[in-house]
């Protein structure tokens, strides 16, 4: 009994396992999964026992693959969907999935044919963006994948899983079997008519030959073109019987036999959408079935399919859209108004600061009170040119400020922004040094003061904000260029506070950028 048993251990070892690699036309193998992911719009892949590809993965949506799939717990969750999923199934994310063994006609199972990564509904944005919070996606990349995601209702989902599996099936028990010639051909035949679930016609065409012959049609179609024939003559009749009259140029266009093959020379097929005589959403699509040496596709097939729900979801999505960025742009519109509104009625009571400034500066004589009004009248007026800009929303909004120049002094500009800014800087024990004594014969220049004090406003705002206790900061302007014609002053400001990292530097004109650092 001992002896008995260590020799059929020895003996099940010994078995070769069957790959389907080894016995099957991996190019026409692959073509097949290809060509279905082509007709159905969805995603395939085949795996072996030990969960390993076998070949190349079709459609696989970038939801899928390049959004959960990268994300390590998304991973872990897709796998072990892929593990426990059988039939016609809904993933962890939330698409639909199927998963069909690949068996041979003894019982032994070769792997498993893996098709879906579909919809069979609108989708609930708010079940999808709570999955992305889970796995760490930004939301709205993950919603914008999503609406890529194609739909399609559970009886064609489940007719397509069905297809998938009973077409890899029914080939890889072909090829086991090594049945050639004619057998071969009706297996390949009976693979195709099941398209028949998803198309209501599908022909087989020679191109060189202008022939052709149906596949499988349903009695509305086999009543008006006959199974076999001229194909150029067969697609004529077929626009005058059953596409509209808005389409049918373009439909003997695309049905063109004699372009049909050049059309198709780098692309493993093509489509076009029509409108039929009972007023529904078709598409037909021709696909190339295999290629000559010069890898022309004489030999193709033609398949009709009924997309009037398709269209429907499509334009109740394009719907849903339009009137989201209808409710945005009003809720813009709001915003513009609340700030143009609110940015008016301010400028009532500091155009007041400004008048009692000037009021002020006629009736006193102290130069120390008389500095401190200086300083509120150049806050104020500063504040107000932001307000001017908030105003002129249109303007900001295109990216179209005009500059309004005017004749100014150099340091009379930058003294009075130095009022402003010098307060703050004591306030935190910070020294600011300014040098404005550059000598030159052309003290006064034609520029917009607003926009000049504005700039160096927010360098100094950021200097004193970014300085700790006790620094120093350091404001200079020296001559670069002075003649007759032209003189460019130089404006630096430094500070020895923290700086800008190179990655920052980078980015640092991109509108609205700031540096993520805290200041101390």
Not at 214 to 237: P, Q, R, W, Y
Not at 490 to 505: L, Q, V
Request: hydrophobic fraction near 40%; charged fraction near 25%; include cysteine.
């Amino acid at each position: 009994m001992e002896k008995k048993s260590t020799q059929n251990t020895l003996n099940i070892s010994n078995v070769k396992q069957i790959k389907i690699q080894d016995f099957c036309d991996m190019q026409l193998f692959e073509q097949i999964i290809e060509n279905w992911c082509i007709s159905t719009g969805l995603g395939a892949a085949v795996v072996d026992n030990d969960g390993n590809y076998i070949g190349r993965y079709y459609n696989f949506t970038d939801f899928c693959q390049s959004l959960t799939r990268q994300n390590p717990e998304g991973l872990r969750r897709c796998r072990e969907s892929d593990k426990k999923g059988y039939g016609t199934y809904v993933c962890h994310a939330g698409l639909v999935d199927s998963s069909m063994d690949i068996v041979l006609e003894d019982g032994t199972v070769l792997g498993r044919v893996l098709g879906g990564q579909v919809l069979p509904e609108k989708p609930d944005e708010a079940k999808f963006r709570a999955t992305a919070r889970e796995l760490g996606i930004d939301e709205n990349t993950y919603i914008a994948a999503l609406h890529k995601v194609n739909i399609r209702t559970p009886k064609e989902i489940r007719a397509a899983a069905q297809l998938l599996g009973d077409v890899v099936n029914m080939f890889v028990r072909t090829s086991w079997n090594s049945r050639q010639d004619a057998k071969t051909l009706l297996e390949r035949a009976r693979i195709i008519s099941s398209l028949s679930k998803i198309f209501f016609c599908n022909y087989y065409v020679d191109l060189q030959e202008d022939k052709y012959w149906e596949i499988d049609a349903i009695d509305d179609v086999s009543a008006k073109i006959d199974k076999t024939g001229k194909a150029a003559e067969a697609f004529l009749a077929s626009c005058a019987a059953f596409v509209h009259a808005r389409d049918q140029k373009e439909y003997l266009s695309f049905t063109d036999v004699k372009t049909v093959a050049a059309r198709l020379s780098n692309r493993h097929s093509i489509t076009f959408e029509f409108i039929g005589q009972n007023l529904r959403w078709n598409r037909a699509t021709f696909i190339a079935v295999d290629r000559d040496k010069d890898k022309v596709p004489w030999h193709v097939l033609f398949a009709g399919q009924d997309i009037q729900e398709e269209k429907e979801q499509e334009l109740e999505i394009h719907k849903t859209l339009k009137k989201a960025a209808d409710d945005a742009n009003k809720a813009n519109q709001v915003k513009s108004d609340f700030l143009a509104r609110m940015s008016h009625d301010m400028r009532t009571p500091l155009t007041t600061i400004i008048g009692l400034c000037d009021i002020a500066n006629d009736h006193y004589t102290d130069n120390e009170i008389l500095k401190y009004f200086h300083t509120i009248k150049d806050s104020s007026e500063f504040l107000l040119s932001i307000l001017t800009d908030i105003l002129d929303m249109q303007k900001m909004a295109s990216g179209k400020v005009v500059l309004q120049p005017m004749v100014c002094h150099n340091a009379v500009t930058a003294m009075a922004v130095e009022r402003i800014i010098r307060p703050l800087a004591e306030a935190k024990n910070i020294t600011l040094k300014t040098d404005f004594l550059c000598q030159t014969n052309h003290c006064y220049f034609n520029i917009d003061t607003r926009r000049v004090q504005q700039v160096m406003m927010n360098l100094l705002n950021n200097a004193v904000k970014y300085t700790q206790p006790g620094g120093t900061i350091e404001w200079k302007c020296r001559i670069l260029e002075d003649d007759k014609a032209t003189t460019i002053i130089e404006h630096t400001i430094a500070d020895n506070g923290p700086g800008m990292s190179p990655e920052f530097m980078n980015i640092m004109y991109e509108p609205f950028t700031q540096v993520n650092s805290s200041p101390h």
